[in-house]
């Protein structure tokens, strides 16, 4: 069995480079763990898609529900 462990705790950035959070869609992805983390967190929007327009609103919803926005 093959695992990887990552050890995060000197980790104390509470921000997202924008240029790398702008190339990539998935960003939307590391806020719900940064928000875990630090309880506030700033990241710029995210990227555009290949795919087309998809919606985030579930996201916004959920970061609602859980009284992070």
């Given at each position: 069995e093959n695992s990887l462990e990552i050890n995060s705790s000197d980790?104390?950035?509470r921000s997202a480079?924008?240029?790398l959070v702008q190339k990539m869609r998935a960003s939307f992805?590391?806020?719900g763990p940064?928000?875990?983390?630090y309880k506030r967190f700033k990241i710029?929007?995210?990227g555009g898609c290949n795919i087309g327009s998809r919606p985030i609103d579930l996201h916004i919803k959920g970061f609602e529900a859980l009284g992070a926005i």
């Open positions: 980790i104390n950035k480079k924008s240029e992805l590391i806020m940064m928000i875990a983390k710029a929007s995210p």
